[in-house]
């Protein structure tokens, strides 16, 4: 099955009028966080909800520091774990989150809001019936020889590789930021 075949074949499988709708909803979302947005779309939505999202801009300023009980437990974790390594004021988790609180918003956040593909040097990518069907260029599922856990914790298997606490601690402070 060729690129257009794919592309045609995922334009049949999903509601047009469905499709908007989660677009626009992003938009919204997107819109109360203060980010960009996809502006082809639903701009007179967006002026008509000024005033929600002015609402929900300053809930969210009043609750910036409130983490739900999920994230809550991940940070006690991670103060508590790393805090004989690392400044732990420093590794904090994210507090500005899209969250994916309705059906469809991944599959629709996965791909271009008008085209049902994406080509890269990495990886190919096509709308399908059963959602967004990603080809990597390579296949990098394999962990032999690669794979480094953090030492501190359970035994750490023979064909695992090793690494300081304090080097763990660091790159997720790194992919926190």
């Given at each position: 099955?060729n690129t257009d075949q794919k592309a045609a074949m995922g334009k049949r499988l999903i509601n047009p009028d469905a499709r908007e709708d989660i677009v626009r909803y992003i938009n919204l979302k997107l819109a109360a966080m203060g980010l960009p947005y996809y502006e ?138």
């Amino acid at each position: 099955m060729n690129t257009d075949q794919k592309a045609a074949m995922g334009k049949r499988l999903i509601n047009p009028d469905a499709r908007e709708d989660i677009v626009r909803y992003i938009n919204l979302k997107l819109a109360a966080m203060g980010l960009p947005y996809y502006e082809d779309e639903g701009k007179e939505f967006l002026n008509i909800a000024n005033d929600l999202i002015q609402s929900h801009q300053e809930m969210k300023r009043l609750l910036h520091d409130h983490l739900c009980p999920a994230d809550l437990r991940i940070q006690n974790f991670i103060n508590k774990e790393f805090a004989d390594v690392i400044d732990i004021e420093t590794v904090q988790l994210p507090r500005k989150t899209f969250i994916l609180d309705r059906y469809g918003l991944a599959r629709e956040l996965s791909l271009p809001v008008n085209g049902d593909d994406f080509k890269s040097d990495l990886v190919e990518s096509y709308r399908i019936q059963q959602g967004v069907l990603h080809n990597p260029l390579h296949d990098r599922r394999t962990t032999k020889g690669a794979f480094h856990v953090a030492e501190g914790g359970l035994p750490i298997a023979a064909d695992k590789k090793s690494s300081p606490k304090a080097a763990f601690a660091k790159i997720l402070k790194v992919a926190l930021e």
